[in-house]
């Protein structure tokens, strides 16, 4: 498969999962900070333009700003809108190995994305909207194209992105506590009625944060995403069965599920934003060497290097 194709589809999967991602942390912070002073606000919506790997391009950085620098900016890929608007570029370059309802979905998603009030409750109903999009454009991926090489690229970019953003998510926990429950951060991530089914009892805190570090049945734990990464890359470069691990990416993914598989402490909560930390650094350490072996150029952006 060429490099140019190749890692095309990488970002196809990459950047609709950031989406995803976005949009669902968003949508659980908007109640609170719209609920919260203005002086208030101010200080939240630029730690939390922070967690999400992006910088305030004012003093003056209020909650109209955070709406539309995390969802409505096209000219950032940090932005549910740009993520989208970069999903759709790379599938029209291509267009050759990508389906036609795969591209159709993409497409017609992003013109779609202008048709939304960009007020709280606009914000609201955009993150549902972006939701369900990205839930159609996995399906059509899933369902309409050969798992063969390129989609194997697809899924690894989505594994990638997925298990970063879920450490943003987790991260974001910090910025405001006062308030913001684990049941939220649940449901932020599809998982407050797997967890509940899971656990069957009353539960805590850790429980919540190890279902989702660590729980390898649910789709969007850090554990379970890594792991798929780790499959992909294998799939993609069969060599290593033998001894040892060339492949640098697999080696980094792998330390980083089998760390937090098979960590186990009673000071979960105090090791959490380590434990993020870690997984962000794996994360934009896997991307770069992914790109240095199958696409032999640097990363189409910088975001997975904004860790601080």
């Given at each position: 498969m060429l490099s140019r194709i190749a890692e095309s589809l990488f970002w196809i999967g990459r950047y609709v999962e950031r989406a995803d991602g976005t949009a669902r942390i968003l949508d659980v912070h908007l109640e609170r900070l719209n609920h919260i002073p203005p002086e208030e606000q101010h200080e939240v919506a630029q730690e939390l333009l922070g967690v999400m790997g992006s910088?305030?391009?004012k003093d003056e950085f209020g909650l109209n700003d955070l709406l539309h620098a995390l969802a409505y900016d096209r000219s950032h890929a940090t932005s549910i809108a740009g993520s989208l608007a970069a999903a759709r570029e790379n599938a029209r370059r291509a267009r050759e190995t990508v389906s036609s309802s795969l591209w159709e979905c993409l497409n017609t998603t992003y013109y779609g994305l202008g048709q939304h009030r960009r007020d709280v409750v606009g914000t609201y109903r955009?993150?549902?909207w972006v939701l369900e999009r990205t839930a159609m454009v996995r399906g059509h991926a899933d369902t309409t194209?050969?798992?063969d090489e390129g989609w194997q690229f697809m899924v690894l970019g989505r594994s990638l992105e997925r298990a970063d953003m879920t450490a943003r998510m987790l991260s974001t926990r910090e910025v405001h506590t006062a308030g913001m429950s684990?049941?939220?951060?649940?449901?932020?991530?599809g998982a407050y009625e797997s967890f509940l089914?899971?656990?069957r009892a009353a539960f805590?805190?850790?429980h919540a944060a190890e279902f989702l570090l660590m729980d390898r049945l649910f789709p969007r734990s850090i554990v379970y995403a890594l792991r798929d990464a780790d499959r992909a890359l294998e799939k993609l470069d069969p060599s290593d069965q033998r001894v040892g691990f060339i492949n640098d990416a697999r080696r980094i993914v792998g330390q980083a599920r089998t760390f937090l598989e098979f960590h186990r402490t009673d000071d979960l909560m105090v090791e959490l934003?380590?434990?993020?930390?870690?997984?962000?650094k794996a994360v934009a350490q896997a991307s770069d060497a992914?790109?240095?072996k199958y696409f032999n150029q640097a990363d189409e952006e910088a975001w997975v290097g904004e860790v601080s």
């Open positions: 910088r305030p391009d955009f993150c549902n194209m050969s798992h684990w049941v939220n951060m649940l449901r932020c991530a089914r899971t656990r805590d805190d850790r934003p380590e434990h993020m930390e870690r997984v962000q992914i790109s240095r």
